[in-house]
């Protein structure tokens, strides 16, 4: 497991990418398949911190688009883009969630 907050928010984003296009995970699943459960608010750290990386993918709790304002607007509209299924203000998780045993690949498979 990394030991520096670096390695970490590298094995998080390297995680974050293994969500395929027209799925999503929690920040809470990212943590725990990444190895690190409990550490969701650093998820959100790493990925503000990285570029490039499907940030859309990765929603709150029960599907909820946790961004404010137009980030927020941005968000739902590339999940849309990319098949996303909504229920009001939701992401559809029944349909749309990533299965976690396909973001747990080893550290160094990439997607």
């Known amino acids: 497991m990394a030991r520096n907050s670096g390695d970490m928010f590298a094995h998080l984003i390297a995680v974050v990418r293994r969500v395929p296009r027209g799925k999503v995970a929690t920040y809470g699943d990212i943590a725990y398949a990444a190895g690190y459960p409990g550490a969701a608010r650093q998820v959100a750290w790493a990925l503000h911190q990285s570029s490039g990386a ?22 739902r509209l590339r999940l849309q883009q990319e098949g996303v299924a909504f229920r009001g203000l939701r992401v559809d998780m029944k349909s749309h969630r990533a299965k976690l045993s396909d973001l747990r690949r080893s550290k160094g498979s990439h997607a």
């Open 54 to 75: 499907p940030w859309q993918r990765i929603v709150g709790a029960e599907g909820k688009i946790l961004l404010a304002a137009e980030h927020g607007q941005e968000q």
